[in-house]
């Protein structure tokens, strides 16, 4: 089973998608934001056109465990994205995702003029990497 992941942001929301066996991650794309509406379409369309059996949203809690306002948005847009599709919907926490996703660049090689620039993807396919790790 395929699952896709999402990484909701104030600009761009970063898309990542499994393997069919459901074992790595991949970077898919990025969507600009444009509102959760329509971004939630957007990601319900990507989801169909996969054949996804699962939509995993990137939550940030703080150092607690506790929502935060970003956390707050991203539930949102989860809750969103359950009233258009069938398809399971679960949120995950994605604390320190862009950290791991500038590690990430940083260890490809990339010069510092590639490192800068949108990070949303690979942040995307960290939330769904530790999700499918976790579940293995």
């Known amino acids: 089973m395929r699952i896709l992941a999402i990484d909701p942001g104030e600009k761009n929301i970063g898309v990542?998608?499994?393997d069919p066996t459901g074992t790595i991650a991949n970077p898919l794309n990025i969507i600009k934001h444009v509102s959760r509406q329509s971004d939630a379409s957007s990601i319900v369309q990507?989801?169909?056109q996969y054949d996804v059996g699962l939509i995993i949203v990137g939550q940030a809690l703080d150092t607690e465990g506790?929502?935060?306002a970003q956390s707050r948005r991203a539930a949102r847009l989860a809750r969103e994205i359950m009233s258009l599709t069938p398809i399971p919907t679960i949120l995950w926490d994605e604390s320190g995702s862009t950290q791991a996703a500038?590690?990430?660049r940083l260890a490809m090689g990339a010069t510092r003029r590639k490192r800068g620039g949108h990070l949303d993807d690979i942040a995307a396919t960290y939330i769904l990497q530790d999700y499918l790790d976790h579940h293995a």
């Open 16 to 18: 990542a998608i499994s």
């Open 46 to 48: 990507i989801a169909s």
């Open 66 to 68: 506790h929502p935060t």
């Open 102 to 104: 500038k590690a990430a």
